[in-house]
């Protein structure tokens, strides 16, 4: 069975510009997170989606976005980046309605570099 | 607002000793804790869930114990390896208002010397 899949791997960006990140939950899962993490603050959560809806939002500004199709895929947007936007952007899938679930797999992420 | 802390950023032990790690929590009392692996430039990997009723779970060379009234969890690794080393995340689950709310601690990085 695939695990969780990201992509890009690896992606540099310039201030101002947007971003479009991708994940593919294990097949079967309906539910993706997403997470941003960062040698300062750790991973923090981002938001959530079930059946294409998002279910639970962290605390992080407009410009962080996301969504999910009917098959359960899973994108995430963030626009006019900033530098402090660097880090390392994680998708996590589970079996079951959310993260309060239980076990979350999680994809191998997406090293954003905002110059 | 609930806050989790993994007391050490780093652990130094050696091979065959035991490895302890800490995660301490404030406020409401979890409905679980988890306990992951990660590994530099990959993603976290799960190893244990424990449940607010729950005093002790184990697997393999692994246990996690779960204290609500220290608020603490301690995460152990017998007969530790190199291939040990790594950093180990902590996350708690838990409800403010009708939500589930995960929230991860910043990580022990644990280093077992041959």
């Known amino acids: 069975k695939a695990g969780v899949t990201q992509t890009p791997r690896y992606l540099i960006k310039t201030r101002g510009q947007q971003v479009t990140l991708s994940c593919s939950p294990i097949?079967?899962?309906?539910?993706v997170s997403w997470y941003q993490q960062t040698p300062g603050q750790g991973l923090q959560f981002l938001f959530e989606?079930?059946?294409?809806?998002?279910?639970n939002k962290g605390n992080f500004p407009g410009r962080f976005s996301g969504r999910q199709f009917s098959n359960s895929r899973s994108e995430m947007n963030v626009s006019t980046l900033e530098l402090g936007d660097s880090a390392l952007y994680l998708c996590?899938?589970?079996?079951?309605?959310?993260?309060?679930?239980?076990?979350?797999?999680f994809g191998e992420g997406s090293r954003l570099t905002v110059l | 607002s609930q806050k989790i802390e993994q007391n050490s950023e780093a652990l130094n032990i050696q091979e065959g000793k035991t490895a302890t790690l800490t995660c301490n929590y404030t406020n409401y009392s979890p409905a679980y804790l988890q306990w992951y692996r990660q590994d530099p430039g990959r993603g976290p990997v799960f190893l244990l869930l424990?449940?607010?009723?729950?005093k002790e779970k184990r697997k393999e060379r692994l246990k996690v114990t779960f204290d609500t009234t220290l608020k603490q969890s301690l995460f152990h690794i017998t007969a530790s390896q190199p291939a040990d080393s790594a950093t180990y995340l902590c996350a708690l689950l838990y409800y403010g208002g009708s939500q589930g709310n995960l929230i991860f601690g910043k990580g022990t990085k644990l280093s077992v010397k041959p």
């Open positions: 989606y079930f059946s294409e809806t998002q279910r």
């Open positions: 996590a899938s589970s079996l079951g309605q959310g993260v309060s679930t239980g076990e979350l797999f």
């Open positions: 424990i449940r607010e009723n729950e």
């Open positions: 097949s079967g899962h309906r539910s």
